[in-house]
């Protein structure tokens, strides 16, 4: 993440949960409130979270969690979630909303299931990398995400994701990294995404459309409907311009 945007996403992180979450309490205690959340609402069949324990309220003792860095050593104050290959299970808990001040989201190679919260990027609203890939979550991409006005890279790829994709993610404007291939997408691509990202972004969604840069003959011509009707304009033409002789003495030359 470039230095000025950490520094300024730390500023106003630090400054705003209170305002964002009128009954939250001090930073600490909604980070831990948020942890204690996950670890409550998730499955930890490999008890990946077991660790977690919150009885040492010294300043920086949960940023030795696994899988939570802080902003600094000797301040409680999380900065990211890097939980891949935990093994988790369920549902994306609305706890996440109590960790508002993260900037990366790492929640790829679990077997979470259910869909996108709407909401997610309200929780997070200074988040920069969001990776929910290799999951199982199900439903439409929400158009909500285009709320996550920082995010440089969205990974969701590798779960069963269907319907459109939202027009909305080209308000995206610090995208860099898109992945959103190997689900059930459906629909056309928006074009701005298809110029701005490779078609591996969008691979392995059997029903997606790529968009057209133009006027495509070839699909025309595929189809008897539209080939009788071009044969009937250029008939139509020629005989306007060259009259009836003409075209049946070429009628009559291909016979």
């Given at each position: 993440m470039p230095y000025l945007l950490q520094l300024l996403l730390l500023t106003v992180a630090l400054t705003l949960p209170t305002s964002v979450h009128p009954q939250s309490g001090t930073p600490r205690?909604?980070?831990?409130?948020c942890l204690e959340g996950l670890k409550t609402s998730l499955g930890d069949p490999d008890g990946r979270l077991a660790s977690w324990t919150f009885s040492n309220t010294s300043a920086g003792a949960i940023c030795e969690l696994s899988g939570v860095p802080c902003w600094s050593p000797d301040e409680s104050r999380?900065?990211?979630?890097?939980?891949s290959g935990f093994g988790l299970t369920g549902a994306i808990p609305s706890e996440l909303q109590f960790c508002s001040a993260i900037?990366?989201?790492d929640l790829s190679s679990n077997r979470l299931g259910g869909q996108i919260p709407p909401a997610l990027c309200d929780w997070l609203p200074f988040v920069v990398n969001l990776d929910l890939s290799g999951n199982q979550l199900s439903g439409p991409i929400p158009a909500e995400l285009a709320n996550c006005k920082f995010i440089n890279s969205l990974k969701l790829s590798a779960n069963s994701l269907s319907g459109k994709i939202s027009a909305s993610l080209v308000l995206l404007g610090h995208l860099k990294s898109l992945d959103l291939s190997n689900n059930n997408l459906d629909g056309d691509?928006?074009?701005k995404l298809a110029a701005s990202f490779?078609?591996?972004a969008f691979a392995d969604n059997p029903d997606l459309v790529e968009p057209h840069s133009g006027f495509d003959l070839g699909v025309l011509f595929g189809r008897p409907e539209a080939a009788a009707a071009i044969a009937f304009v250029f008939g139509f033409v020629g005989t306007l311009f060259f009259g009836p002789s003409i075209i049946r003495r070429v009628a009559?030359?291909?016979c």
């Open positions: 205690e909604d980070d831990v409130r999380i900065i990211a979630l890097s939980l900037t990366t989201l691509i928006p074009p490779s078609a591996d009559g030359r291909s």
